[in-house]
């Protein structure tokens, strides 16, 4: 038998799975990484921890598995998409915390570029200028780490988002890989490229009037653009030795955890859509090989790519916080224990009696696009009870997926007839339910939840030929579940007015008391 070995390193851990050529999960691996708030608004977290995470997630699952390393066929890579690096090339180590796609610190930097530059960011990337991107954090290391700019002109300095980072310790010193020179393959596939605001997403590369106007960021530490399926080196002597057995693997698939959910998903064709319900949600449309311009604030997007020069296309709307406001019931208001236990508390009432709760914690994404919108519960009583709150956190993470999807059905024109959901979230029975009855279509689970790091094993095994086609990897999918909608329409309708009204309470709200955010 032989297997693929895939890396999903996500917002809170890094998990490590092995799957057969059944698209069969055989076991993972899972280990949660420090979240770092050195301000408010600020997220980091330590690029050195999760190198040593990954690297013990793929021994503790080879070992769960007792095959023989030799029978990995290859190694796939997926990644929280534009949380930004920049390192050592010599030493290895990194310059500064990674800054984590959440991270607001840039918001002020980010007014000015939008004020002069959104147009031209648009038409060439396809995103709204918003710190959720890479090029701002890269702006913010350039100016405030000391001399950074200097270092940057020698070439001893490397730019990467997650996967960037992972691929090239994986394949570090090794004997053959695209870019020898950099002692690992510093390279990006085209779908995480596309995340950075730096990249023309129609000639697929880095654009140098991008780099220019976002604060004359150096060519030289950027990576090499490739496709997302394709072998981008072997794993080096030391990573081979230590958890390989010596085997020299390929390493040859990579792609943003959203676009490798998609994936994951058998999302082949046009209108094809699914939800990642995972620290945040990301709502992710097939449109085809041609890009589509959003009217509607959504993003246009790099899906996947199987060969140089070519990528398919998405149209994404990306919702920062709705799995993490499930944490910070757990971790903040300690309203649970464990995350889980939230579905029993939102199913022991019938109803929210009229609490809303807008996870704005980090600003709202798609289609808002508000940075200086914060976290609002509303609507709370003296009867209220943590049992209404935890119900009216759920109810958010679908209110906030139909305002993403109804933006997807205007933009393309299409009819969204089903929703694929996966992720951590997705196990939620009540969350689905919700799901399907204020959307007003099937939502369908499938067998394997975690298709975001079943996407990236796809890539991988496509690049050697371990499956040989898209419609080999699409007869693999299987539900495991379909919601199908309860709720009447007056019902849905009458909750989802509440739902909007809501919203505009939390809007621009740290602009109007920036001193408490740090501004």
């Known amino acids: 038998m032989d297997y693929i070995l895939s890396i999903d390193q996500g917002t809170t851990g890094s998990r490590a799975a092995i799957f057969d050529r ?59 998409r534009e949380t930004t690096i920049l390192w050592d090339l010599n030493s290895g180590r990194p310059l500064y915390n990674a800054i984590v796609w959440q991270d607001r610190r840039t918001a002020d930097y980010v007014d000015g570029i939008r004020k002069r530059y959104l147009e031209i960011i648009y038409r060439k990337t396809g995103l709204y200028p918003d710190p959720y991107f890479s090029s701002t ?18 070439g001893g300095v490397a730019f990467g988002t997650i996967d960037t980072w992972i691929i090239w310790n994986l394949t570090r010193n090794s004997k053959e890989n695209l870019t020898p020179e950099k002692r690992g393959a510093h390279v990006v596939d085209y779908s995480n490229a596309s995340r950075t605001m730096l990249f023309d997403i129609k000639k697929l590369e880095w654009d140098d009037e991008l780099l ?35 085997c020299e693997i390929p390493v040859s698939g990579d792609a943003g955890d959203q676009q490798a959910a998609l994936f ?16 945040g949600n990301f709502i992710l449309l097939n449109i085809g090989n041609s890009p589509v311009w959003s009217k509607n604030k959504l993003l246009t997007t790099i899906y996947y790519s199987l060969s140089k020069g070519k990528a398919v296309y998405a149209l994404e709307g990306s919702i920062f916080v ?55 519960i509303i609507g709370i009583t003296r009867g209220t009870r943590r049992e209404h709150i935890a119900r009216a956190v ?6 906030l997926n139909r305002d993403v999807i109804e933006a997807q059905e205007k933009d393309t024109g299409m009819k969204v007839n089903v929703l694929k959901a996966d992720g951590g979230a997705s196990k939620s029975d009540f969350l689905m339910q919700f799901q399907a009855d204020i959307l007003g279509i099937d939502v369908v689970r499938p067998i394997i ?57 939390a809007l621009r709200w740290a602009k109007e008391i920036p001193w408490a955010y740090g501004y």
């Open 137 to 154: 954090k890269i702006w913010w290391l350039l100016e405030n780490v000391p001399s950074l700019r200097e270092k940057c002109k020698k």
């Open 264 to 279: 994951g998903q058998a999302g082949f064709k046009p209108g094809v859509v699914k939800s990642t319900y995972g620290t």
């Open 394 to 399: 759920l109810e958010s993470i679908a209110y």
């Open 322 to 376: 709705t799995g993490a406001a499930i944490l910070w019931l757990r971790d903040g208001l300690k309203i649970i224990k464990r995350s889980k236990e939230i579905d029993t508390l939102a199913e022991s009432v019938s109803n929210t009696q009229g609490v809303y709760v807008v996870p704005a914690f980090v600003g709202l994404g798609a289609p808002y696009w508000d940075m200086y919108a914060r976290g609002l």
């Open 212 to 246: 220019e106007i976002q604060g004359n960021i150096p060519s030289e530490i950027l990576p090499l653009p490739v496709p997302s399926s394709h072998i981008y080196g072997y794993t080096g002597s030391k990573i081979s030795r230590e958890l390989f057995g010596g």
């Open 449 to 505: 939840p975690e298709t975001t790091v079943l996407g990236a094993a796809y890539l991988a095994g496509l690049a050697v030929d371990f499956w040989n086609s898209l419609e080999e990897v699409e007869r693999l999918w299987k539900p495991e579940k379909v919601f199908k909608p309860k709720m009447n329409k007056d019902q849905r309708e009458k909750l989802y007015r509440g739902w909007k009204v809501a919203v505009k309470r």
């Open 22 to 80: 059944n698209g069969s999960l055989i076991a993972y691996s899972y280990r949660e990484h420090r979240q770092i708030y050195p301000k408010p608004g600020w997220v980091e977290h330590d690029p050195l921890e999760i190198w040593n995470n990954v690297r013990i997630v793929i021994k503790e699952v080879i070992a769960k598995t007792g095959i023989e390393p030799r029978q990995i066929k290859a190694i796939g890579v997926t990644n929280q």
